[in-house]
């Protein structure tokens, strides 16, 4: 079998699917990798590198469609709607394609993949169970957007994070407040506390509190919100309104009271929830911060724009895009390693099997034989068009 690894085309996207160590571990698998000519060198890897690693370099994206059993891409059709349309007439009929593809919102395109008969994995997809772990790349990319969002604060803040004695007098420590403590909000708040920042973080699961403190953080105590805020699959659940409305209300104090605030709160599938409204960031001291992860799903800041920074009565709301993509070597290095590792739990004997009894291969299969087979996706396509099933 052949894996293609075409160049990205998303807009700034900077990564690529597959690193040269990976390739060693997909040819140690009986598999075979070709990439297309120059398609790593954004995020820091050469043509020679994936040639040693005993990868073939291809001079064309049409060839490495043509001459491949599956693709791998870090942003497949649904997350890459524009650009990615051009790909679609490359696919052949029974050809793999994985990475994220934002299967819950891109329906059109995934009813696309799935009448050009595409067998499509969407990595956004992988259960949040034991075993699945390593092939987790939605999980990998959250730690490197945790890190970078702190680092995008600190460059714009016109102070400095620690406390500091000098000669001529004390600086106080910047207060930062994180709200969510996923994997993104730990990785943010670890960062954070790194550059000496006083944190503290908010997150509606009592569970997250014992992680937060572990971290050396403050975990920030509010009224408790009764709504469950998890799935069974591990993930966040939509608030209704007045949950989140509840929210905003025990969180004003706690944003105002800050010098940064950075939001990691996203739910699969789903318009990030309000949690900070405009009135609260207008309370915010001038020359504050706030760097909102959620900005791609509408944002967790009501002012909020994707891709842009507003200042607001002197208060920089930043909506970054794609943040991953900005350490394209190590987001590279992670997402490959997940990818790789979902992959060859498919691969029996030198053989790709899809076996639909496995959990992590059901959740993460949309498309096969012409039909959207993923329950989700089905379910939000019936949702989408009114339909009763």
């Known amino acids: 079998m052949i894996i293609g690894v075409p160049k990205e085309t998303f807009p700034r996207e900077r990564r690529i699917a597959l690193v040269p160590p990976s390739v060693l571990s997909l040819t140690k698998a009986g598999l075979e990798v070709a990439v297309e000519a120059g398609a790593g060198v954004a995020a820091g890897y050469s043509d020679s590198e994936f040639e040693g690693a005993g990868a073939r370099i291809i001079p064309d994206r049409a060839g490495v469609f043509s001459g491949s059993d599956a693709i791998f891409q870090v942003r497949t059709l649904g997350a890459n709607p524009e650009a990615g349309a051009a790909d679609l007439e490359l696919f052949k009929p029974g050809q793999v394609a994985v990475g994220f593809s934002e299967p819950l919102t891109a329906l059109e395109e995934m009813k696309s993949l799935a009448e050009r008969k595409v067998t499509a994995f969407a990595l956004e997809l992988i259960p949040r169970i034991s075993r699945a772990q390593s092939m987790d790349a939605l999980t990998a990319m959250a730690t490197v957007t945790g890190y970078k969002a702190v680092l995008l604060a600190a460059d714009s803040f016109g102070r400095l994070f620690p406390m500091m004695m000098t000669a001529t007098g004390t600086i106080k420590a910047a207060r930062v407040l994180v709200v969510g403590a996923g994997v993104a909000g730990l990785q943010a708040i670890a960062t954070a506390r790194r550059l000496g920042a006083l944190v503290e973080a908010y997150d509606i699961r009592d569970a997250a509190k014992l992680e937060v403190e572990s971290l050396g953080a403050k975990f920030l105590e509010l009224e408790e919100v009764a709504e469950s805020a998890e799935d069974s699959g591990g993930y966040a659940k939509a608030q209704s309104e007045e949950t989140q409305k509840r929210q905003q209300e025990l969180l004003a104090d706690g944003v105002a009271g800050s010098d940064i605030v950075i939001t990691t709160a996203a739910v699969p599938g789903r318009k990030a929830p309000v949690l900070i409204s405009e009135e609260t ?109």
Do not use: W
Not at 336 to 353: I, P, T
């Open 281 to 389: 960031v207008s309370r915010m001291a001038p020359g504050s911060i706030v760097v909102d992860l959620a900005a791609e799903r509408g944002g967790n800041c009501a002012p909020t724009k994707p891709g842009e920074c507003i200042d607001l009565g002197g208060v920089a709301v930043h909506g970054p895009v794609n943040l991953a993509s900005e350490v394209p070597f190590t987001a590279s290095q992670l997402y490959s390693r997940g990818l790789s590792n979902f992959f060859v739990h498919m691969v029996k004997d030198g053989e790709f099997q899809i076996d639909t009894e496995d959990q992590i291969v059901a959740d993460t299969l949309v498309t096969r034989d012409g039909e959207i087979v993923n329950a989700r996706v089905r379910e939000a396509i019936d949702i989408s068009t009114g339909t009763t099933t």
